[in-house]
């Protein structure tokens, strides 16, 4: 699977981005995903996450009522709406793709997930 991230951008503070990551190869809906970011001189921490098949989700408490995350089966790709963004959003935003879970987890885990895109850069203005 490889996963292509895009949609980051310049934006000031309150405003609104979409993330896209698209999956390339089969059987994308039987894949756990995932949305993480990474801020400079931080570590990796998960922001949301979205179960196979049920489509169930999950939200670190930072980000809750804010982004919501969504998938396309059809077109094989994964969403994250970010709406009132704040400056600590500002990070690298990576899509990541585990094969382990069930139908109704997720893992917050980075180590858990298989595959990775290249990430897309999220800087929101003050």
């Known amino acids: 699977v490889q996963l292509v991230e895009s949609g980051g951008e310049l934006v000031q503070v309150g405003g609104s981005l979409r993330l896209s990551c698209v999956a390339s190869g089969r059987y994308f809906s039987t894949y756990a995903m995932g949305w993480f970011r990474q801020a400079p001189g931080k570590e990796r921490e998960f922001v949301a996450g979205?179960?196979?098949?049920?489509?169930?989700?999950y939200y670190a408490d930072s980000v809750k009522g804010r982004f919501t995350i969504s998938r396309d089966i059809a077109a094989n790709t994964v969403y994250l709406q970010m709406n009132n963004l704040k400056p600590e959003d500002t990070a690298i935003y990576y899509c990541?793709?585990?094969?382990?879970?069930?139908?109704?987890?997720?893992?917050?885990?980075?180590?858990?997930?298989?595959?990775w895109g290249q990430g897309t850069q999220v800087t929101v203005s003050s």
């Open positions: 990541a793709a585990d094969n382990g879970r069930t139908d109704y987890s997720v893992s917050r885990l980075s180590g858990a997930f298989d595959y």
């Open positions: 979205i179960s196979k098949s049920v489509s169930r989700t």
